[in-house]
């Protein structure tokens, strides 16, 4: 087999080591049932073990409060674009901050089922921006006001979510959840999907305080009502339960690496290695204003498309792949998630140190 690369990619993304060792020693047989995770019945005992085991280690993880409830669904964060909507906002209208394409497309799918306010739109700044509290204006009718924690595509990300002034505040935390610690209890309801940061595509976690799950609009497909997903435990049809599984993994991942604290410093880290060598040379133009910036997307472009491409391949190479960046943005981006080591990072800068000095113009 050919050896393990450093994944850069945006989503899905990199495993850790432990975590893929682990699903691979228990894939044929899982501690002695005789069968694979994927093949057991989602009302069995054994599953059902593996089903509670990971939602408990969320909430611990996470510091959830009890009056939150917790949804393993399908859809991914694009069906949660829509399941927020009908449930929460049912004809009414919402706040809608852009800083971003998934924020847009969260807007987007919500105007058809109720009234969009837009409280921020940064597409003239070309979303390098996350806005000051100063920038947000808020409709006073407004039920919720949603934001996307993390702009996977253009690399910028909310170092603190803005007061709402008393609304709900409604959170896309898809790239940044579980990277570090937040306050829970600011939210009235987050959603991810799990494949960026907390493991693999199928599943979408949502956290929602019990007092605002409720009767959904009439039109409602059943997989997408959260009293219906509250009734009966996320198990309403059968659930992605291997993804529920790997989830399970990867917070048992979290816990032995000590919790959220110690992967928020070692994000921190990682990141910084990075935008320190940005900030000290003038080959590379970093995308995301400075105050603005994320710590698991760091999005820059070469002098020019071609050099771009052949960072690309020439990265490859050496086993740093899929640094190529979005459409929306061009150039590149490396997106170095909860398991990208730090030596990883520190190969990408060796490698783009040793790129720009080749190809200076
Ligand atoms: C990837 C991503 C999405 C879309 O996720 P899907 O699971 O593919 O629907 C939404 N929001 C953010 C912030 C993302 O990074």
Redesign the pocket.
Do not use: L, P
């Given at each position: 087999m050919k050896d393990r690369v450093f994944n850069f990619a945006a989503?899905p993304s990199m495993l850790a080591d432990e975590v893929l060792d682990e699903l691979y020693e228990e894939f044929y047989n899982y501690q002695n049932t005789g069968m694979a995770v994927m093949e057991m019945s989602h009302r069995g005992k054994d599953y059902l073990k593996i089903f509670e085991e990971a939602k408990q280690r969320l909430y611990r993880v996470m510091e959830i409060p009890e009056e939150y409830e917790v949804f393993f669904m399908h859809g991914?964060?694009?069906?949660q674009f829509a399941a927020v909507a009908l449930n929460l906002l049912k004809g009414d209208k919402a706040d809608y901050i852009l800083t971003g394409n998934?924020s847009k497309k969260a807007a987007m799918e919500a105007m058809k089922y109720g009234q969009v306010h837009i409280a921020y739109d940064g597409k003239d700044n070309g979303y390098r921006h996350i806005p000051k509290q100063e920038e947000l204006s808020f409709d006073e009718d407004s039920k919720y006001v949603h934001l996307?924690s993390?702009?996977?595509i253009f690399g910028t990300q909310w170092k603190t979510y803005p007061d709402v002034k008393g609304k709900i505040l409604v959170g896309?935390l898809?790239?940044d959840i579980l990277s570090r610690k937040i306050d829970v209890s600011r939210f009235g309801l987050i959603y991810a999907?799990a494949?960026?940061n907390i493991g693999i595509?199928g599943i979408?976690v949502v956290i929602i305080r019990k007092d605002l799950i409720e009767t959904p609009m009439a039109i409602t497909p059943d997989i997408l009502s959260y009293e219906l997903m509250a009734k009966h435990d996320s198990m309403l049809n059968t659930p992605p339960t291997y993804p529920i599984y790997v989830l399970g993994k990867v917070l048992k991942w979290i816990e032995k690496s000590g919790g959220l604290e110690a992967i928020e410093s070692r994000n921190r880290e990682k990141a910084k290695i990075l935008y320190d060598y940005l900030d000290t040379q003038s080959f590379y133009k970093p995308h995301a204003e400075k105050d603005s910036r994320s710590l698991m997307n760091v999005t820059f472009t070469t002098p020019n498309e071609d050099l771009d491409k052949r960072f690309v391949s020439e990265a490859a190479e050496r086993g740093l792949v899929s640094l190529k960046g979005h459409r929306l943005v061009g150039g590149l981006r490396a997106s170095i998630y909860n398991a990208m080591p730090k030596d990883a990072v520190e190969k990408l800068v060796e490698f783009m140190d040793g790129f720009a000095k080749e190809n200076a113009l």
């Open positions: 989503g991914g964060a694009t069906g998934f996307c993390n702009n996977t896309d898809s790239s999907g494949q960026k595509a979408s």
